[in-house]
């Protein structure tokens, strides 16, 4: 490059170590207009309104989340757009998949377009927004599926309500008849949990949550929508998959199904995490016993799992007061999921390589996101930077979502986001917010 016009950028980084497609590289990177410009020692060659010296730290493509329950519109006490995009920035989030189960539930075009309306200007961070697969919309998904700012269809086969819950085999066949994209689905058989909840429902215990929602009550949903969708070829993602059957299932079917893992259940064990957190730690589907955590652990080494999701899904602290089963499952994790896992790192369980394909390449190649998931020219200027040996200690007060707490408080870790970068612009500089929100809605590729 030989003018001066062309050498000028928007945000500089100098001295960093890099996570290109080539590995770990000692470079700097240039940022302009939203995207990468250029890769390589550009000190003297490059200047930029921002330059940033971030020598010792680890520059990694945008962490991408593609599993938040951001409760905008209708649930706004417990989160909203603006808050869980605020955590996820400062946990090193650039880019989010926001789930249907709002009130109203997104079910149709509207639904869709008035959060993409209320996310604008308001969002920290990119993103999108499924839209519920039914009984009410199946023959419109194949429409709706590729709706600007949609990130494809959800089907909550169990855990669900109204319309929006849908364990019936036929309505389950009609939805995975209309459309291409991957279909994401929480595989829970809806008819055993019905059965089984009155085995806690005289105890009161939430130790027993993974009793109720058994080992079964997963494997049974998953087999059977994987069937489904072979005998119509259709692909599939099936999220926060938590028990080391599924693992064994899934591991022969990955030409069609892709499978998501969470850092809870990579991080979580029962029964201690019941008596330490009692419905703080209540998820669905729940926390399992050490051999299933082993088996996710392994299912990563051996490259089943494609993507880690939070399932961030925030309740007050009063609603998980509520005795048990009375109350909700969910627990905040956007802004966790990164420092976890940097956690993870440090203490041996996964490579960096391993990182970046679970949260950033995996989920651009599995979802078809255009412009994410790698640090190459010509990508989105979406980045995530750590510091590999900072050890902080995981509070309540450095949680942003509205409900104000995290099932880690007190926890230390090793690693954490230093400065997040969306659309090439620094949104956290020395963990701290900056500037305005850079959101936008994702773009996809429609065959994916």
Known sequence: ?????????????????VLTPNGAERIDV???????????????????????DIAGLLVLPGVIDSQVHFREPGLTHKEDLESGTRGAVLGGVTSVFEMPNTHPLTLWQADLEAKLDAAR?????????????SGINAEQLQVLENLPGCAGVKVFMGSSFGDLLADDETVLRRILEHGRRRVAVHA????????????????????????WRDESSALMATERIVRLAAEVNRRLHILHVSTAEEMAFLARHKQRVSVEVTPHHLSLVAPECYERLGSLAQMNPPVRERRHQEALWKAIQDGVVDVL???????????KASAYPRSPSGMTGVQTLLPLMLDHFNAGRLSLARLVDLT?????????????????????ADLS????????????????SRSGWTPYDGQAVTGWPIHTLVNGRI??????????????????LETQ
């Open 1 to 17: 490059m030989s003018d001066a016009r062309q050498r000028h950028g928007d945000v500089l980084l100098l001295g960093g170590i």
């Open 30 to 52: 240039a940022c302009r207009d939203g995207c990468i410009v250029a890769l390589g020692d550009l000190r003297g060659r490059w200047s930029a309104e921002n330059e940033m």
């Open 121 to 133: 200007d308001r969002a920290w961070c990119h993103y999108a927004f499924y839209i519920g697969g």
């Open 188 to 211: 829970e058989d809806e008819a055993r949990l019905r059965e089984r909840k009155a085995l806690v429902e005289t105890h009161g215990d939430v130790r027993q949550h993974p009793l």
């Open 309 to 319: 999701g939070s399932d961030h899904a925030p309740h007050t602290l009063e609603e």
């Open 360 to 380: 950033s390449a995996g989920p651009a190649r599995i979802f078809g996101l255009e412009g994410k998931g790698r640090i190459a020219v010509g990508f989105d």
């Open 385 to 400: 930077v750590v510091d590999l040996r900072a050890r902080r200690t995981i509070r309540n007060a450095w949680i942003a």
């Open 427 to 444: 949104v956290v500089r020395d963990e701290h917010l900056s500037g305005a929100p850079r959101g936008q809605a994702l773009r996809f």
